[in-house]
């Protein structure tokens, strides 16, 4: 009879300690899952402060923006429908800023913006894409912190390649000069289509020295914009996957060079 009796007890003390183990483990994955949601605002963001020496080094001249999980606090700041969000450091100061493509409803449609906002969640510029054809690659062409762009910009009449430097006082960059975009392939060039640039040719030894020829006899139609006292359209040479539908002859003296002392040439 007693054996019978302590059989019992330990089997009521078994059922309690499973059960008293089963709750344990139900609050810890309860504290688990509030710690994940708690820290799912963070994904991309400060796991990429935490990795930012990693993530701005790049394999080619540009500076690619990084694509991320878009935080919570931008959805919250936005309260828009964000179709992609991107990290950088776009205006120098060592800390990883935000891109954001949004979707808004207007009254006749669609229409497309980019945010772009500052690490400490400041709005310092919002842009319609509103353009056909909209490219631009971040680079580092001088000995200040801030970035400048190499823009594609127009419409199937024709597209504006330019140089510009950031200014977020204004809500378009100020251009520095408009250019002619070749493609170098196995020792031949043909005119680079912003959708088959990949990179800038740059010196090895001197990233900020850019492959640029002033010879060349190309002449642009259409329409594309231009700078009334800049001489005349430089090429810049890239690499890019070519189609080669349209190969460029005749450029001479080609030579690596100081967007500074490029320009001088341009305008004095």
């Known amino acids: 009879m007693k054996s019978f009796i302590l ?3 330990s089997f009521f003390l078994f059922i309690t300690c ?3 183990s089963l709750s344990k483990n139900a609050d810890v994955s309860k504290e688990i899952q509030t710690k994940s949601t708690e820290t799912n605002d963070k994904i991309g963001f400060d796991t990429a402060l935490e990795n930012k020496k990693s993530l701005l080094k790049y394999d080619t001249n540009f500076i690619i923006p990084k694509k991320i999980p878009t935080p919570k606090k931008l959805e919250k700041l936005l309260s828009l429908k964000i179709l992609k969000t991107e990290i950088i450091d776009f205006n120098g100061d060592g800390k990883l800023d935000f891109l954001c493509k949004v979707e808004k409803d207007i009254s006749n449609g669609k229409m497309i913006e980019e945010y772009w906002i500052t690490s400490d969640e400041k709005i310092l510029r919002k842009k319609e894409l509103s353009l056909e054809y909209d490219y631009k690659w971040f680079i ?3 000995d200040d912190k801030e970035l400048e762009l190499i823009k594609a910009q127009g419409e199937s009449e024709g597209i504006s390649y330019g140089v510009y430097n950031l200014d977020f006082s204004l809500q378009n960059d100020s251009v520095l000069f408009y250019f002619n975009p070749i493609i170098e392939k196995e020792n031949k060039y043909y005119w680079g289509y912003p959708w088959e640039i ?3 040719l740059c010196e090895v030894k001197d990233q900020k020295k850019v492959k640029i020829s002033l010879n060349h006899n190309i002449e642009r139609d259409g ?7 800049q001489k005349k359209l430089p090429v810049l040479v890239f690499t890019g996957e070519t189609q080669k539908e349209f190969e460029i002859k005749n450029i001479t003296s080609f030579q690596f060079i100081e967007i500074e002392k490029l320009m001088k040439n341009l305008f004095n």
């Open 18 to 20: 499973k059960n008293s």
């Open 140 to 142: 580092n062409l001088d």
């Open 198 to 200: 990949k990179d800038i």
């Open 223 to 229: 329409v594309i914009l231009r700078l009334g006292k």
């Open 7 to 9: 059989l019992i007890v």
